[in-house]
T-cell receptor, first 115, second 116 residues
């Protein structure tokens, strides 16, 4: 089966611009998670979708971040306007059942650099 | 607050040598415990996990980890490291916070270099 796919793999944007990251989970996986790793720090939870609904968005840093999951399939994470501190690697993960017992499948991440 | 500590930021071992990566967690109950690995250009791959039962768990690629409740530790081990094991390793806990989500809390990672 295809894994979790993230686009783009790298993005370099200027401060103040908008960037949209995309995640395609494994087909049939209702649960979709976004995580972020800022340079040198730990990987931190951002939010969790169950199908198209936001189950937990307690990790979203501020209202410049908007996540959507239309139709319960792929998800997008938009940063608008981007700030320097938003630089990092954004990971997406999906699971069929409510994790983590079944384990998550992670994508390879999107490396975002804000200059 | 729950936290995961990986005290070693960077480790270098010789190929064929044994390896132990340390992980300590701070949580009242026994959480679900995981080790993930990220090779260059790849996603996070699950190496092994512990939920309950036998405290020594076997994973993929010849890795194992031992849960020690008294030390709140979940160290990762491998008896003989291969050059392909060079990667970044993350310890994580899950099942914290309850509710309808089981987000993972990660450590800061340990970067493993393998020298010939």
């Amino acid at each position: 089966e295809a894994g979790v796919t993230q686009f783009p793999s790298h993005s370099v944007i200027e401060k103040g611009q908008t960037v949209t990251l995309r995640c395609d989970p494994i087909s049939g996986h209702d649960n979709l998670y976004w995580y972020r790793r800022v340079m040198g720090k730990e990987i931190k939870f951002l939010l969790h979708f169950v199908k198209e609904s936001k189950q937990d968005e307690s990790g979203m840093p501020n209202n410049r971040f908007l996540a959507e999951r239309t139709g319960g399939t792929y998800s997008t994470l938009k940063v608008q306007p981007a700030e320097l501190e938003d630089s990092g690697v954004y990971f997406c993960a999906s699971s069929q059942d409510l994790g983590p017992r079944d384990g998550y499948t992670f994508g390879s991440g999107t490396r975002l650099t804000v200059v | 607050a729950q936290s995961v500590t990986q005290p070693d930021i960077h480790i270098t071992v010789s190929e064929g040598a044994s390896l132990e990566l340390r992980c300590n967690y701070s949580y009242g109950a026994t959480p679900y415990l995981f080790w993930y690995v990220q090779s260059p250009g790849q996603g996070l791959q699950l190496l092994l996990k512990y939920f309950s039962g036998d405290t020594l768990v076997q994973g993929i690629k010849g890795f194992e980890a031992e849960f020690k409740r008294s030390q709140s530790s979940f160290n990762l081990r491998k008896p003989s490291v291969h050059w392909s094991d060079a990667a970044e390793y993350f310890c994580a806990v899950g099942g914290v916070g309850g509710g309808a989500t089981n987000k993972l809390i990660f450590g800061t990672g340990t970067l493993l270099a393998v020298q010939p």
